[in-house]
């Protein structure tokens, strides 16, 4: 089981991940309005794709992310649209980390990276918000189901984000990106399951299901700071896989963790969640809809199964960054070793779903 510690806080750049500070520190006299060094810096412990560091000067601080230096696949750790899509939803007051500035030259600090504000607040590594009184998580629970239905309510065009996907055919296009990723990492190897259940993905894709909007990608309660003494969102984290896409779908990778162990990633599976004080997966759902103005999501058990296929995917992907040497996080072995049972789990969803 990941020890939340394990994600806490910074420690110094771990080795593979150093870089030229002395030109970062140039660049941001130059980058960023109001700096003054001296520079320090770490690198945050949580995280498994794009390295982030934190800036500490005198007066404030300021959090680097970086695409990892190695060999990557082709159209991974998309460090520009990150900043992109930050802008636009910072823009119009959405909760998000302000970009100062987004540096595409890679002779700076050896790839592109960004840079943004720290947000101080709370992050919750464990589903259960175990640390907040009984009588509060539904609260933490209401301000996370509102904060993905209100990125789901805004529309691209009118934040300059209508090219930042395609729209249509989503799950095609997903299910072949994820499989085309994990059929090409041959170092990283291949299972069964999830060889069955791309095959089942193909078969079942729900006809004329179409919900385009914006969505998150990696919607969870470890890529949200809340603020210290209440549930109030200051910032959702972590855009890489952002892009427009299907929105039932994006809301149903969040809500995994009814169904997930909380030793893969931030899950309730296996909980009593009335007893945590907490709603069950169908009042979630329900108040999703609610909040969308939907009367259900017909198509919510695929949506499940396909999420559990591209999560796997992803793992997938940080098990053949860990074997060539450049997975960017301390956690990255944890995933390796749960890969296996996140694969059976991930086949599961298909058997739960069924066949149309």
């Known amino acids: 089981m990941t020890d939340a510690a394990d994600n806490i806080g910074t420690t110094a750049v771990r080795a593979g991940f150093a870089f030229d500070e002395a030109a970062l520190e140039q660049w941001m006299r130059a980058n960023v309005p109001g700096y003054a060094g001296p520079l320090r810096v ?25 695409k990892p230096p190695g060999v990557l696949l082709k159209g991974a750790h998309a460090i520009e649209r990150e900043a992109r899509v930050l802008s636009a939803l910072g823009s119009i007051g959405y909760p998000v980390a302000h970009v100062h500035a987004l540096c595409t030259e890679a002779e700076v600090i050896g790839t592109p990276f960004y840079v943004m504000d720290l947000v101080e607040g709370r992050v919750f590594w464990d589903a259960s918000f175990s640390d907040v009184p009984r009588g509060e998580r539904a609260g ?35 299910i072949a990106r994820w499989s085309g990723q994990y059929h090409a990492d041959t170092e ?18 729900p006809a004329g299901d179409d919900d385009t909007g914006i969505i998150h990608g990696d919607f969870r309660c470890d890529n949200m700071i809340f603020e210290s003494a209440g549930p109030r969102i200051l910032a959702v984290l972590d855009w890489e896989l952002s892009t427009l896409g299907h929105r039932g779908a994006d809301f149903a990778y969040h809500t995994m963790m009814y169904r997930m162990p909380p030793y893969i990633v931030a899950g309730l599976g296996g909980a009593d ?33 396909f999420n559990f296929f591209r999560l796997a995917a992803i793992f997938h992907g940080i098990k053949g960054r860990v074997l060539r040497g450049s997975a960017a996080s301390a956690q990255a072995r944890q995933r390796v070793e749960v890969l296996p049972e996140l694969m059976r789990l991930a086949w599961a969803q298909a058997e739960r779903a069924g066949t149309r």
């Open 273 to 305: 969640v009335g007893a945590l004080g907490l709603p069950s997966e169908g009042e979630y759902v329900a108040a999703y809809c609610a909040h969308r103005g939907l009367s259900d999501l017909p198509n919510y058990d695929f949506y499940v199964a």
């Open 188 to 205: 990283a190897g291949r299972d069964a399951n999830m060889d069955r259940l791309i095959d089942w993905l193909h078969a079942n894709v």
């Open 140 to 174: 933490y629970f209401e301000a996370m189901n509102a904060a993905i239905a209100d990125l789901h309510a805004i529309d691209p065009a009118a934040v300059g984000l209508a090219d930042y996907g395609r729209p249509g055919d989503y799950f095609a296009r997903q």
């Open 42 to 66: 770490t690198q945050f412990r949580g995280g498994q794709s794009n390295p982030t560091y934190r800036l500490d000067t005198p007066t404030r601080a300021y959090v680097l992310r970086r």
